[in-house]
């Protein structure tokens, strides 16, 4: 595999204000350094909001039109989650908006109870894996983060993996985790890294949303062994960097464990 180049923006979102929030992060895409995929948190448009009847777009909509905007001028792929009404559901869902403004889109499967999430918003059922260089990417939302057998690597029926390469190499997590809960957010997504010896972006924002709560945002990017390259918090931040091709197959190489993990099949 190529070495890949990628950017995280870690935002201070306003509260349900469309066009501070699109405005805000098109001046920080366009100040990006050359770039391949740029990654935006949960619900960039927003913040993290139930009021899905009021702030939904259907996948023609303004926030859709300026991904494909933005992709096209600065020749990358732009993925984060907007709130997306679709035959009268309504989804959270990550859009992944390539430069020639075709997409792929992934739904939220675990949808924050605790939250009231499940009360505004419908489920999805299809993961998403995106393919980059010869890279294979995983793309989900927060709260799926806590639920590792919906990322876990998957064998083919003979117990073996395709090609003899694994499922994916990169998992992509955009976020509005709150602070006092970010000891969870650090940790699931290093055990994501190495039970599955991927890379993993996670992109959070920060600030304080319309509800109170505090973000301090904690975006990172982490190697396959689970060791962090790269992390921010309590601060806006824009970073771009090369994830390593040939150091995520010597690893798997040397360390080859994903070959003795338990086969198993997801419903």
Same mark, same amino acid.
Request: aromatic fraction near 10%; hydrophobic fraction near 40%; proline fraction near 3%.
């Given at each position: 595999?190529?070495?890949?180049?990628?950017?995280?923006?870690?935002?201070?979102?306003?509260?349900?204000?469309?066009?501070?929030?699109?405005?805000?992060?098109?001046?920080?895409?366009?100040?990006?350094?050359?770039?391949?995929?740029?990654?935006?948190?949960?619900?960039?448009?927003?913040?993290?909001?139930?009021?899905?009847?009021?702030?939904?777009?259907?996948?023609?909509?303004?926030?859709?039109?300026?991904?494909?905007?933005?992709?096209?001028?600065?020749?990358?792929?732009?993925?984060?989650?907007?709130?997306?009404?679709?035959?009268?559901?309504?989804?959270?869902?990550?859009?992944?908006?390539?430069?020639?403004?075709?997409?792929?889109?992934?739904?939220?499967?675990? $949808?924050?109870?605790? #939250?009231? /999430?499940?009360?505004? &918003?419908?489920? %999805?059922?299809? =993961?998403?894996?995106?393919?980059?260089? !010869?890279?294979?990417?995983?793309?989900?939302?927060?709260?799926?983060?806590?639920?590792?057998?919906?990322?876990?690597?998957?064998?083919?029926?003979?117990?073996?993996?395709?090609?003899?390469?694994?499922?994916?190499?990169?998992?992509?997590?955009?976020?509005?985790?709150?602070?006092?809960?970010?000891?969870?957010?650090?940790?699931? $997504?290093?055990?994501? #890294?190495? /039970?599955?010896?991927? &890379?993993?972006? %996670?992109?959070? =924002?920060?600030?304080?949303?319309?509800? !109170?709560?505090?973000?301090?945002?904690?975006?990172?990017?982490?190697?396959?062994?689970?060791?962090?390259?790269?992390?921010?918090?309590?601060?806006?931040?824009?970073?771009?960097?090369?994830?390593?091709?040939?150091?995520?197959?010597?690893?798997?190489?040397?360390?080859?464990?994903?070959?003795?993990?338990?086969?198993?099949?997801? $419903?």
């Amino acid at each position: 595999m190529k070495n890949l180049q990628i950017s995280i923006i870690q935002a201070d979102l306003v509260w349900e204000n469309k066009a501070a929030n699109l405005k805000q992060l098109e001046e920080k895409i366009l100040q990006l350094p050359s770039t391949e995929i740029v990654v935006l948190p949960e619900m960039f448009s927003t913040g993290f909001s139930m009021r899905s009847k009021d702030l939904a777009e259907n996948m023609d909509g303004e926030s859709v039109q300026w991904m494909r905007t933005i992709a096209k001028q600065k020749k990358i792929i732009l993925t984060g989650s907007l709130i997306i009404e679709e035959e009268g559901k309504y989804f959270n869902r990550l859009i992944w908006m390539l430069p020639n403004g075709e997409l792929g889109y992934y739904d939220k499967r675990h $949808l924050f109870g605790y #939250a009231g /999430e499940q009360e505004h &918003y419908s489920s %999805g059922n299809k =993961r998403l894996i995106a393919s980059v260089k !010869g890279w294979k990417i995983n793309l989900i939302i927060c709260y799926d983060l806590r639920f590792p057998v919906w990322m876990r690597q998957q064998k083919d029926t003979d117990g073996s993996f395709e090609n003899g390469q694994s499922e994916y190499d990169l998992l992509i997590c955009v976020a509005n985790w709150p602070e006092k809960r970010v000891h969870a957010w650090r940790t699931l $997504l290093m055990a994501r #890294a190495i /039970e599955n010896q991927c &890379y993993v972006v %996670g992109v959070n =924002r920060v600030g304080t949303d319309g509800n !109170g709560i505090y973000h301090s945002g904690n975006s990172m990017v982490i190697n396959p062994l689970g060791e962090i390259i790269v992390e921010k918090a309590h601060e806006t931040f824009e970073h771009t960097l090369q994830l390593n091709g040939n150091l995520l197959s010597e690893i798997r190489t040397s360390l080859p464990f994903l070959k003795d993990a338990d086969q198993f099949l997801l $419903l």
